[in-house]
């Protein structure tokens, strides 16, 4: 990977607990959480959701539910949290639905990470998943901005598929940052070596073991599809909306 002093860095954190470690002022952070917030968020603005409003906790979620009319979602261990409408699939926001509503949406992991990215100041959040890889990939190289690819995990532990993903963005962007981060360099070898058998490797990682006792299988198959929700969720004015590039 590139040495270049006049190339912008890139680091990878393998769980919401080491952000504090980082200075982010300046960097563009990409909040990943593949199975399934992320995943859903890409797909809900790729087919017509006016923006997505993250909060962190159920009580916020049904107040701004209130304030704004929008539609309320969310999931605390795969499961709809009572007083919410709808759940963290990316299924129950087909282009039908959501076109020009409001998505109010908080989970167990990724809205979370956001949160604590903002309050660190970070110069800019967007939310990556394979669904919106390649989207992900052409804006950070368009910026040339420091970078901090922020792995959700579960539960503030580590957890394989984020860390694909986080792969699978330095190896299309590589050439272009300054990387001197091991856990970057763990991301991608471990998306090469698994690149080109990603549906059935996934099956052995233990959050699709968790989410498959709920028959969310075909989600997160989905998940892991690239590029079929090319959408650039971006953080801007409290809330997340589709950038146009």
């Excluded at 909040?31 to 916020?60: C, W, Y």
């Excluded at 539910?65 to 539609?71: P, V």
Aim: proline share 4%; charged share 20%.
């Amino acid at each position: 990977m590139s040495t270049s002093n006049n190339k912008p860095s890139l680091h990878t954190i393998l769980t919401p607990q080491l952000l504090d470690l980082y200075d982010v002022k300046d960097s563009i952070v990409v909040i990943i959480d593949v199975f399934r917030a992320t995943s859903t968020m890409a797909t809900a603005l790729h087919n017509g959701a006016t923006k997505i409003i993250p909060v962190d906790s159920a009580e916020q979620c049904i107040e701004m539910g209130k304030q704004t009319g929008g539609i309320t979602a969310g999931e605390r261990d795969g499961k709809i949290i009572p007083g919410l409408s709808y759940g963290n699939s990316p299924s129950e926001y087909p282009r039908s639905f959501i076109e020009n509503k409001t998505l109010v949406i908080t989970t167990t992991n990724g809205t979370k990470l956001l949160h604590m990215a903002l309050k660190q100041g970070a110069k800019e959040v967007i939310t990556g998943s394979f669904p919106n890889l390649t989207r992900v990939v052409d804006y950070l190289k368009q910026q040339k901005a420091p970078v901090i690819l922020g792995c959700s995990g579960w539960k503030n532990r580590f957890n394989i598929e984020d860390a694909l993903f986080a792969g699978a963005v330095i190896e299309a962007i590589k050439d272009e940052f300054t990387i001197h981060c091991d856990s970057s360099f763990m991301a991608n070898q471990l998306y090469n070596q698994h690149k080109n058998n990603l549906p059935e490797y996934i099956k052995t990682v233990t959050h699709w073991h968790r989410l498959a006792a709920y028959g969310l299988e075909a989600d997160m198959l989905y998940c892991i599809s690239q590029d079929t929700a090319p959408s650039l969720p971006i953080f801007e004015n409290g809330s997340l909306v589709n950038r146009i590039m």
